[in-house]
């Protein structure tokens, strides 16, 4: 028994809630969303023929699982339409995580070298917009690139432009709002690992004879490479599934992911092709979810 | 003079059994320490360490860093508990009981003061978990205050006061409760030289009037010389040698107690002639030296001879007729570091040894002493020299 | 980490470069809340024509009390919740099934909120709950206590652990080690968690529009249908009255943080 243990004992009571609570709404859920994908499409209301239901006991159940049916997968398989949007969104991730790294981190690293004092409110102000609705700034944008909106105006004024250009309902519109609004995560890891950092290390670096470009790449840079692992990894995987931002600023002619869920359980009420939609979206997000929670976990133990 | 070399040797020993204790104790020790195993993973942080600590007594805990003092102070606290053995207070077994439920305190090394609560209500706090009467606590608390020298404060918040401010406030929230033994851990580590000493002697006289009982933890020698009556030295989860101050520098039960504590020229060798009251050693890097023979009877094997710097004579002759001048060897210096107080040579012996030899600076307008590469002769006497077994 | 005069033009170009990108968009909106002129992008003046107009709309005004309800629910759930899994995961050692716990805690930062939604409503169908403030409120505390559970757990690691077993040292068993001395010293990262829970909350689209019933919008579903239907002067208004109630906690957090980092700690807001 050790110090750590005295406290563990009420601690491990203080989980039993918690744990009760995520397992009910966050673990129990998954199953049944692994359920509903082998089910079939009714028109009903809810719109699925269950595929078996409890109380029925356990004849029902045997039942139940001669007819579960990969229906909902080959279709996704078969149909064009799913593939593409899984690619488009991957795609679309990778894409926007690269830019979220080239403009968050030039932005980071002036931040940790704002002097001590500094640092905090600029640490602030990059989370304060966070805090602000997602779909407010997304509405924000909406408001300066439509047609008439600010920027067009601003161009035609300066005489950049003749016509007004089209930018709602394009990729770079959308690019545009996911970096808007995903940019705060990519600069608070990487500012925090930059932080962390010895000034004594470049310092010494220097002395060394090292250019300060040879400073940043050789001593710097690899040196945050842990803040980028995890900048990257909180954008990727919540791009990947992410329909505000498609939905509103680019167009209709390819669609992510999420978007393709939501028409399907919304607009087409085929819940167990959503379902199943879902349950490969998550076995996409599998690896980089097991990745990011390792980092979490270390980067816990080295602040203990 | 001859009580306590308890050494941590035999763990198979049951109790501590004091080799050479010649007069018993007149009371039973207020803490007996039995076996105490514990261990983190594979590493034996205290390793079956036996100790009795007398009522009243200043004991300092020393060893380097990683020696299992502090797991044995936070046992003692009951942060952690031993996987064997027992620790009795006052002969009732606290060993697996809570820390919340043992009459003793602790003084932490970073002080930890709760930030949140102002000075008296930090030296208040276990008072108010004792369920004391609140004029009773009011009193204690003022009472405190008035010990360290604290006036005035009792309104502050912790990151309202200096350094030693905080380490008094800290020492009066573990007196309060009237522990029945204050446990210490590096109390003085993270105030300067100066504030250091004077609170060393502040702690002493404090100890001294309050009578309790009091066990520190240091790494700082010069510290648990300064303040403790008796000393463990702890290496590797073992107790080497529990001494007075005094013994424990001029008579080292150990190689690496003599050169933990103090600095001392180590010679090895093998006993060659036994005398009533000598013992004649052939080093093979300073030829054969004439060491008194020890209280402890020497075995057959290895030895060393062990002399500290400051016993060593230097001079450019041999004494002449000098007959305490047994132990003389020649050599040349080779590097000297005036120290202020005292200055260091290092001289190279003809038999390839470097001695180390202090020499007090006595006289202010004194020549420059011994240039280098300077052939001279240095001396001791046998009752300098300490025999070492282990 | 370095000295001022290490601020290159660079540093300071991009600093400025990307604080504007952040900000002038809502400053933009903000300012266009007060346009008197019905077409978006021509200013005819300042006024507060939308404000009224949003205070004469019965079904907005609906869904934002909705909102606010459910804001508060759940956060205050969250917050208890939360702070408890926070409490378990940095001072309880190696329990039965903690890495399935951490893991349910971190996953839900980052995953697709179509995922959230979409299982959250297939078991409250299958429970056959009836929807509307109740499910979308454990719908956001399911969320939300992940964040809560973040933010107080950094909090109680970088918590001097000394200071607890000096608790105990002087009388406190360590539930009463945990009431008196680590509960006030994490008190702001526990508000702040309030705070941070209660606005993602009354922002969330995707998780309440999965969960909520018919006649049980939430305010940013009303926004969202109608800004589908094109920018509306109204919205800007809405919008611009959110962002000051944010504002408003986002002071209260930071004054909390700031009484965290007077006690001597560092206080990270997030």
Known sequence: MSARRIFSRPARFAAIAPYVWMVLFFLVPFAFVAKISLSQTAIAQPP??????????????????????????????SDDLYLASYLRSVIVALTSTAILLLIGYPI?????????????????????????????RIYAWVNILQHDGLLNQILLALHLVSTPVVWLSTDSAMYVGIVYSYLPFMILPLFATLTKLEPALEEAAADLGATPREIFWLVTFPLSLPGVGAGALLCFIPIVGEFVIPDLLAGSKSLMIGQTLW???????????????????????????LLYDRLQRRQLEESR | ???????????????????????????????????????FGSFRAVDGLSLDIRAGEFFALLGPSGCGKTTLLRMLAGFEAPDEGRILLSGEDIAQMLPHQRPVNMMFQNYALFPHLNVRDNIAFGLRRAGMPRAEIATRVAEMVALVRLEGLEKRKPDQLSGGQKQRVALARSLARR?????????????????????????MELQRRLGMTFIIVTHDQEEAMTVATRIGVMNAGRLEQVAVPRRLYEEPASRWVAEFVGDINLFEGEVTAREPLRLRVATATAGELVAAQPVAAIGEGRVAVAIRPEKIRLALRRPAGDAAAINCVEGAITDASYLGGKTVYKVRLDGGAVLHAAQANTARLDADGYGLNQRIVAWFTPDDCVVLER | MPKPSRLSRFNVASLSLGLAFLYLPILILVIYSFNASRLVTVWGGWSMRWYHEFFNDRAMIDAAWMSLRVGATSATVATVLGTLAAVALSRGQGFRGRMLFSGMLYAPLVMPEVITGLSLLLLFVALDAERGFWTVTIAHTTLTMCFVAVVVQSRLVSLDRSLEEAAMDLGCDPLRAFVMVTLPLIAPAVVAGWLLAFTLSLDDLVIASFTTGPGSATLPIRIYSEVRLGVKPEINAICTLVIGLIAVVIVIA???????SDRGESAAPL
């Open chain 1, 48 to 77: 699925y023929t269950p595929v078996f239901s409890l109380a029925e006991g356990w004849s029902s159940l045997s039942e139940a699982f001669a007819a579960l049916s990969l229906d909902n997968f080959r279709l996704l398989l």
């Open chain 1, 108 to 136: 980071a690293y002036g931040m940790a070298r704002l002097p001590k004092r500094w640092q905090g409110i600029a640490m602030m102000l990059v989370i304060i917009p966070f805090w602000t609705s997602f779909l407010i």
């Open chain 1, 263 to 289: 028409l399907e359980f919304f607009t087409n009420k085929d819940w167990p092709v959503a379902s199943s939609i879902a349950v490969v979206l998550l076995a996409v997000l599998l690896l980089p979810l």
């Open chain 2, 1 to 39: 003079m001859a009580d306590d070399i308890a050494t941590s040797e035999p763990a198979a020993e049951p109790a501590p059994s004091p080799q050479g204790e010649q007069r018993p104790d007149p009371q039973p020790p207020v803490l007996r320490i039995e076996n105490v195993v514990k261990t």
């Open chain 2, 179 to 203: 522990p029945q033994v204050l446990l210490l851990d590096e109390p003085m580590a993270a105030l300067d030289k100066k504030l250091r000493e004077t609170t060393q002697a502040e702690l």
């Open chain 3, 254 to 260: 930071s004054l909390a943080s700031k009484l965290s």
